[in-house]
């Protein structure tokens, strides 16, 4: 594959005339064109003269079954559930794909719907992004997301549960440290546990191999995940015990020294701040030298067609466009726990990468209109994607008596789906005699 220039790794010099050789889904070797190595000489070539090829982006934090929320009920309980969330996180998983997205760390899902669509996906069933899966979310009872299934209330239970969704296979273990918008009667200001019950969770996961996140909106409780080890956290938000946004310096420090990844998914400022973006954390965390990733919620705040919004929206924070871009590919890549394996054209990384109608280092824009999507070395057929339409924006909604608190307005999850679409088959494998 050749195209005009050649992003290999945000903050890496451009190569000009730039070429990508991929073997067996992986990549075999990168660099300019006139250099290539004469053993590849006589490969099939797929031109882009007037595009930019670069790294499959990453989105951190994910829903992939809420679609399934919008669906009929098909019966008068819950006997088909399961299904509905298995089918809804794979249009939410090829809509991701579709607009760029190689690889997605679900942050959430129903009967562990997220660990069989990475089966189905990695098996070559479906097409679709590189999973990381987590699982039912843990809290606490009656906690933010209980829904889910996670529910826990002592050390025991946590190590129990840690183990039991090891033994269903996830990637990721996702803790609500505190409680969220989005469930009634938790307030997103309150810790929902100790440091030492995340600190129990943080040294069960880790000694299991899986990496850990926590949903945070709360002050406290983002000093609480922090200081018990947690690998990432979501929203990052500061919302203090009045509803009102106060970033503490000294904690956003000590996430810069603990290494800790954090996406800036938050509500606005309380008080409201004129003009701010969606990402309204970012800016001053960055300054603070915490590692920025682009993690949006996808599913539950926006839908797929989203994600490139808010990479702009990241920019209009006071990101500079080459960290935004290393925020969305190779930091990415290290926070869902696949650094070395993909977010880098390098030989020997995944074949996961785009190819861009422009310049992204030149304007964002360019990665609204994409050339060519590979993941794992394949040719992904994007699905038909219906574009974000925003709401009228609320920046304050009443979650208790004399208390209030920011929240963002979203897009809808859903759109009108054409009547006529063309169908792009699924990848079929010969069986084997």
Sequence with gaps: MTAERLITEP???????????????????????????????????????R?????????????????AQVLPPTTSDERHDQARVAFSSVASARQLASVGVTT??????????????????????????RIVAAGPQLTTSAGHAWSTGGEVDSITEIRKAVRDHHKAGVDVIKVMA??????????PWNAQFTTEELRVLVEDAHRLGKHTAAHAHGTEGIRRAVEAGIDYIAHASFVDADGRTNVDPDLADLIAEKGVYVDTCSPPSCPQVPGETVTPRARELYEHGVRIVTGNDI??????????????????????????????????????????????????????????????LADLG????LLEIVI?????????????????????????????????ARPAATAPRPRRQRFHPDRLTTPRS
Aim: aromatic residues 6%.
């Design 51 to 67: 595009g930019t090829i670069l790294p499959g982006l990453v989105e951190t934090h994910a829903h992939p079954g809420t679609y």
């Design 299 to 360: 599913g539950a705040v926006w839908p797929p067609s989203g994600f490139t919004f808010a990479l702009k929206q990241l920019e209009a924070s006071g990101l500079p466009r080459e960290e935004v871009l290393r925020a969305a590919t190779s930091r990415a890549a290290a926070a869902v726990g696949l650094g070395g394996i993909t977010g880098i054209l390098a030989p020997g990384y995944a074949a996961d990468l785009i190819v861009a109608d422009g310049d992204p």
């Design 366 to 369: 360019a990665l609204d209109h």
């Design 376 to 408: 794992d070395g394949r040719t992904f057929t994007p699905d038909p994607i219906p574009p974000v339409r925003a709401r009228n924006r609320r920046h304050h909604r009443r979650i208790a008596p004399q208390r209030r608190a920011c929240r963002l």
């Design 11 to 49: 903050g890496q010099p451009t190569i000009e005339r730039g070429a990508v050789v991929i073997e067996a889904g992986a990549i075999a070797w990168v660099g300019p064109v006139d250099v290539l190595p004469e053993v590849y000489a006589t490969y099939p070539v797929t031109r882009h003269p």
């Design 104 to 129: 997605v760390q679900s942050l959430g899902s129903r009967y562990f719907a997220d660990v069989a669509l990475r089966e189905a996906i990695a098996s070559g069933l479906i097409a679709g992004p």
């Design 178 to 187: 505190t409680g969220g918008f989005m469930t009634a009667r938790t307030a």
